[in-house]
């Protein structure tokens, strides 16, 4: 087996042998540094001497291992009674039950900010190492080691139990996690900051952590509609740059740029989704995205069905930015005057004052009515108000564009 299949299989193991450990012997910061330890040994081993039969239960034995010895060293360190740790045994049958839905939920405690989930979660189900969560999200290496730190000592106070919390609970916590999991893709979509507008690794890491929900919970029809959201969109990435890395609008995209084998499993999923008895806010932006999914160009797009279903969603899950893309898809129903009068609803909301979407739409609408001067300084003041570099570059062409 190839590096690249080895580096894949550990990634997608490491939460299951944590959860493994977690549940068996609580500790989650030395769980997590002992299941590190085996995915390294692991990574130095298996090449060279073959992936085991059993790479699962390979790495509990090893980490657990790992853990055993740092509990006896942690006891004799303190001159303290070592039969605690000398009754501790090594497994040798390791259950096969796959634990990384609950490992999901404890990354998602209600005692964290969102910050400190999104942090955690990739950093003890994602796999990814502090280092690299940092520089997704452009802090320093320390204060982002701190952040999981505080979380993990958060949760260990919180006293909370390693197992799936049950009723309305667990239908709460589970919408932390898909909302966790939708910041991460976000992210990774339309970086917030940096000169990159994508920043794929968090965005396939999203899709990844998302499939493993999806495979555990697969009559959820959020968890569905969450994963179709995100391949639909994610199906898009190759069109939404030029060769130069900058920015190309939706109704600019060479659609035969997609990823159809993706967009045709997005379809899917969306269809299943919505023959639920329920609906929720994923489902509906999912349903949204295969609308444009479905139409071979930009002059195809329904947008009566997109509008309808920003209204709906509107009801069930209201927010700014659902009122932003829905005064887009009025303005393409209606004309762009009915969509300046539906943004002019958010110019009292503190969340959207300066907010660069606003802005940058509220130009667009302003371009389209032959308002060119209004359009160049919401432009302007849109390129100010955002950090990615794309976006500023896009804007500031737009505003070049109406001086000229």
Known sequence: MTAPPIEDLLRELAPQVLGTLIRRHGRFEECEDAVQEALLAATVQWPAEGVPDN??????????????????????????????????????DVPD????????????????????Q?????????????????????????????????????????????GLPEGPEREERLRVVLHVLYL????????????????????????????????????????????????????????????????????EQD???????????????????????????????????????AAATAAETDWRQVHALYLILGRIAPNPMVTLNRAIALAEVEGPAAGLDLLSTLDGDERMAGHHRLLSVRAH????????????????????ATASIAEQRYLESRAGRLRT
Not at 97 to 116: G, I
Not at 199 to 222: F, K, N, S, W, Y
Not at 283 to 289: D, E, G, K, M, T
Request: some cysteine; hydrophobic content about 45%.
């Open 118 to 162: 999104t942090a955690l979660t990739l950093r003890a189900v994602g796999g990814l190492t502090t280092a690299e969560i940092a520089r997704a999200f452009l802090v320093p290496e320390a204060t982002m080691a701190a952040r999981i730190s505080r979380a993990k000592q958060r949760i260990k106070a919180a006293g909370s139990s390693f």
């Open 255 to 293: 659609r035969t740029r997609w990823d159809r084998e993706m967009i045709d499993e997005g379809l899917e999923l969306v269809k299943a989704s919505l023959a639920g008895p329920a609906l929720g806010p994923y489902q509906l932006q999912a349903a949204i995205a295969a609308t444009h999914a």
């Open 55 to 92: 790479p699962r239960g390979w790495l509990v034995t090893v980490a657990s291992r790992r853990l055993i010895d740092q509990i006896r060293s942690e006891h004799a360190r303190r001159e303290r009674e070592t039969a605690t740790a000398t009754a501790e045994t090594v497994p040798e």
């Open 365 to 384: 609408l302003l371009e389209k009515t032959g308002e060119a001067a209004g359009a160049y300084e919401h432009y302007r003041r849109a390129a100010k």
């Open 184 to 251: 991460v893709f976000n992210e990774g979509y339309t970086a917030s900051s940096g000169s990159e507008l994508h920043r794929a690794d968090l965005a396939h890491e999203a899709i990844r952590l998302t499939r493993m929900v999806h495979a555990q919970l697969p009559d959820d029809g959020e968890v569905a509609g969450l994963l179709a959201l995100m391949l639909l969109t994610h199906a898009r990435r190759t069109a939404r740059t030029t060769a130069t890395g900058d920015l190309v609008p939706l109704d």
């Open 97 to 116: 039950t796959d634990d990384t839905l609950v490992l999901l939920f404890l990354c998602c405690h209600p005692t964290l900010t969102p910050a400190s």
